[in-house]
């Protein structure tokens, strides 16, 4: 009895795998994406629609600037805000990049982790804006390289 229970729980584990399987389709350079669009205008295929995207002032990270977008449209206090980064290179995904909303002063921040976009080079973030939104809230973006270097820095996110 207890080995039959076994083959039910592994034969629904492999269904179930087989499910989530087919909600993505595999592209010619081997990686999976959903069907769902951004909305960009250079349409990213692995993710909701966060609605137009703005340019943002670039940043400078150590020697580096990196490209700044901004979706979901103006921040507000409390809600989601969407971030897209373009790093001067390309690695594959290789670099960590996370980012965060908040005052200098960084309190009532919550940083979200960049998820790689490799269609298009980039990296999507999300993060919570802090209630109330500081004055001076800024998006600050931070990258860890592979070899462990981090570099911070910031832009003007689009509030009104």
């Not at 971030?83 to 005052?103: F, N």
Request: charged fraction near 20%; charge should be negative.
């Amino acid at each position: 009895m207890i080995l039959n229970r076994t083959l039910a729980v592994f034969a629904s584990l492999a269904i179930l795998s087989l499910l989530i399987a087919g909600c993505s389709e595999s592209t010619s350079d081997g990686h999976a994406h959903d069907d769902h669009d951004h909305g960009h205008d250079h349409s990213h295929d692995h993710g909701h629609d966060h609605g137009e995207e703005v340019p943002l002032p670039a940043a400078t990270l150590g020697d580096m600037t990196v490209e700044l977008a901004q979706g979901h449209g103006p921040l507000k206090a409390g809600a989601e805000g969407h971030l897209v980064v373009k790093l001067p290179y390309s690695d594959d995904g290789a670099t960590v990049v996370r980012a965060w909303i908040s005052g200098i002063d960084h309190t009532l921040s919550s940083v979200g982790q960049g998820v790689y976009a490799p269609s298009h080079d980039d990296y999507d973030v999300t993060a919570m804006a802090p209630d109330p939104l500081p004055e001076d809230a800024m998006w600050w973006i931070e990258i860890e390289k592979p070899d462990g270097t981090k570099m911070l820095g910031s832009t003007k996110p689009i509030t009104k």
